[in-house]
T-cell receptor, first 115, second 109 residues
Framework: GAGVSQSPRYKVAKRGQDVALRCDPI?????LFWYQQALGQGPEFLTY????????KSGLPSDRFFAERPEGSVSTLKIQRTQQEDSAVYLC?????????????FGEGSRLTVL | GQNIDQPTEMTATEGAIVQINCTYQ??????LFWYQQHAGEAPTFLSY????GLEEKGRFSSFLSRSKGYSYLLLKELQMKDSASYLC??????????FGTGTKLQVIP
């Protein structure tokens, strides 16, 4: 597609449920990022992939969070046993840059509400 | 965001000029980004300063002083559509980009 695509746009989960959020980056973009954005805050880094390799997962808040990008294109962020504090917008971004920082192209985000 | 500071809110008048400041810890950051985010939408790229000085792009300009850990975004000839949050962001290493909390700009008639 022309831009970064994320699905679902909105997800309501009961506390304790597992959720999976999908990101389809811009074709050919090697770098892929996941961010978490709480209301009124800036995006917080979660994890970074270069192709299929997860090079940095230092921002994942707990072991309930897991991300993968098995074929180096589409990525999935999985949250197990969701808690209310997981409620946020999850943004995916991709970039053509690898060895140096460059412009990030963001998707519209997946808004997760945990009841 | 950790180690990046910017004002929470600003208000400016249509047609005026506004400067949004950002300070950050100098160690470990390579350059500085500015992104615009309208409510409920994705952030979009505005500028990336790697070297010191002012870079102008239409109505928007961005300045960086690496030694002072200081940047600003200058918006000229403000329009109502410029009402948005402006995010200052710095890459730590080459890829991990850390964002500030954002400055919510309200443009009034």
């Amino acid at each position: 597609g022309a831009g970064v695509s994320q699905s679902p746009r909105y997800k309501v989960a009961k506390r304790g449920q597992d959720v999976a959020l999908r990101c389809d980056p811009i074709s050919g973009h090697v770098s892929l990022f996941w961010y978490q954005q709480a209301l009124g805050q800036g995006p917080e880094f979660l994890t970074y992939f270069q192709n299929e390799a997860q090079l940095d997962k230092s921002g994942l808040p707990s072991d309930r969070f897991f991300a993968e990008r098995p074929e180096g294109s589409v990525s999935t962020l999985k949250i197990q046993r969701t808690q209310q504090e997981d409620s946020a917008v999850y943004l995916c971004a991709s970039s053509s840059h690898t060895s140096n920082a460059g412009e990030l192209f963001f998707g519209e985000g997946s808004r997760l509400t945990v009841l | 965001g950790q180690n990046i500071d910017q004002p929470t809110e600003m208000t400016a008048t249509e047609g005026a000029i506004v400067q949004i400041n950002c300070t950050y810890q100098t160690s470990g950051f390579n350059g500085l980004f500015w992104y615009q985010q309208h409510a409920g939408e994705a952030p979009t790229f505005l500028s990336y300063n790697v070297l010191d000085g002012l870079e102008e792009k239409g109505r928007f300009s961005s300045f960086l002083s690496r030694s002072k850990g200081y940047s600003y975004l200058l918006l000229k000839e403000l329009q109502m559509k410029d009402s948005a949050s402006y995010l200052c962001a710095a890459p730590r290493g080459y890829q991990k980009v850390t964002f500030g909390t954002g400055t919510k700009l309200q443009v009034i008639p």
